[in-house]
Nanobody
Framework: QVQLVESGGGLVQAGDSRKLSCAASGRTFSNYAMGWFRQATGKEREFVASINWSGGSTYYADFVKGRFTISRDNAKNTVYLQMNSLKPEDTAVYYC?????????????????WGQGTQVTISS
């Protein structure tokens, strides 16, 4: 069992930056690929970014490429999402997810564990 707790959400002005954190506990963190997803009100959950077990490989949704950066610190059992140049359309609940193994996936149903989410609201 892996427990995931996101933090760092809040109200941000358009154009500003925000860094989300996801702290993991329960199992060996480095055994898991990690992903960030988001869900806006009235919309389906969508993939944002993923990172493999070592942090050596990452993958991004097209709409965040060049603006968001996913990273991890296995010594701290934490994955991060640095979000820059935020837009009102980035407003959503952001979730981190963990999948045992080294491969990254964009499909949410490939992930085994999920956090409770953190709300990010971008004002224009």
């Amino acid at each position: 069992q892996v427990q995931l707790v996101e933090s760092g959400g809040g109200l941000v002005q358009a154009g500003d930056s925000r860094k989300l954190s996801c702290a993991a506990s329960g199992r060996t963190f480095s055994n898991y690929a990690m992903g960030w997803f988001r869900q806006a009100t009235g919309k389906e959950r969508e993939f944002v970014a993923s990172i493999n077990w070592s942090g050596g490989s990452t993958y991004y949704a097209d709409f965040v490429k060049g603006r968001f950066t996913i990273s991890r610190d296995n010594a701290k059992n934490t994955v991060y999402l640095q979000m820059n140049s935020l837009k009102p359309e980035d407003t959503a609940v952001y979730y981190c997810a963990a999948r045992r193994g080294s491969y990254m996936y964009i499909q949410g149903n490939k992930y085994d564990y999920w956090g409770q989410g953190t709300q990010v609201t971008i004002s224009s």
